[in-house]
């Protein structure tokens, strides 16, 4: 769809975004294919030497999460506050399997700007 198309451009690491029924409580999780796991990620990154070997990631968005509806309502209705969910998500998928955040501090920032709203 063209929400979940919006949303890999906006995050750009990411191969895809999709929605998924296999998420009990979560909102979002980060899924591969491909050859390369998110452990094995990992373990690349923690080498001397950037191998350049990345995993090819998935986002995927619980369906029945309310976020989800949520994102549908922002994705018609206010394409900022959109891509400011869209990088929040992300982050909080990327923190759930253990990667890190590349901007910690922006992201926070975009969390108290969504939350005091």
Same mark, same amino acid.
């Given at each position: 769809?063209?929400?979940?198309?919006?949303?890999? #451009? *906006?995050?750009?690491?990411?191969?895809?975004? =999709?929605?998924?029924? $296999?998420?009990?409580?979560?909102?979002?999780?980060?899924? &591969?294919?491909?050859?390369?796991?998110?452990?094995?990620?990992?373990?690349?990154?923690?080498?001397?030497?950037?191998?350049?070997?990345?995993?090819?990631?998935?986002?995927?968005?619980? #369906? *029945?999460?309310?976020?989800?509806?949520?994102? =549908?309502?922002?994705? $018609?209705?206010?394409?900022?506050?959109?891509?400011?969910? &869209?990088?929040?998500?992300?982050?909080?998928?990327?923190?759930?399997?253990?990667?890190?955040?590349?901007?910690?501090?922006?992201?926070?920032?975009?969390?108290?700007?969504?939350?005091?709203?």
């Amino acid at each position: 769809s063209d929400l979940l198309k919006a949303m890999c #451009e *906006k995050i750009g690491e990411v191969k895809e975004v =999709k929605f998924s029924n $296999k998420l009990k409580s979560h909102p979002v999780c980060l899924t &591969t294919k491909g050859d390369v796991s998110i452990e094995m990620q990992k373990v690349f990154d923690a080498m001397p030497n950037d191998m350049g070997i990345k995993a090819e990631t998935i986002l995927e968005i619980n #369906e *029945k999460h309310p976020i989800a509806s949520k994102l =549908k309502d922002l994705y $018609k209705n206010s394409r900022e506050d959109f891509d400011k969910y &869209t990088e929040i998500l992300y982050s909080e998928a990327r923190m759930i399997a253990g990667l890190p955040i590349e901007n910690p501090t922006e992201i926070s920032r975009l969390i108290c700007e969504v939350i005091s709203k």
